[in-house]
């Protein structure tokens, strides 16, 4: 999935965060974050959406 928002000029971080026990529980190995602040905008947070959705429907 990062590879995929990296591809799509979209910066997020992938790795553990801190969220082994979660993690563990889910039977994940790893996550992917990207973080909203206040200089993110709408348009922003609109071509994330986009782009995971298009990531999951693969």
């Known amino acids: 999935m990062a590879e995929g928002l990296n591809a799509g000029g ?3 971080i992938s790795g553990h ?3 082994q ?3 563990y529980i889910f039977s994940e190995e790893k996550s992917s974050r990207y ?3 206040i200089y993110k905008s709408f348009e922003d947070v609109d071509r994330l959406v ?3 959705y298009r ?3 693969r």
């Open 10 to 12: 979209i910066a997020n």
């Open 50 to 52: 986009s782009r995971l």
């Open 35 to 37: 973080s909203f602040a």
């Open 21 to 23: 026990i979660i993690l």
């Open 17 to 19: 965060h801190c969220t």
């Open 55 to 57: 990531i999951c429907s």
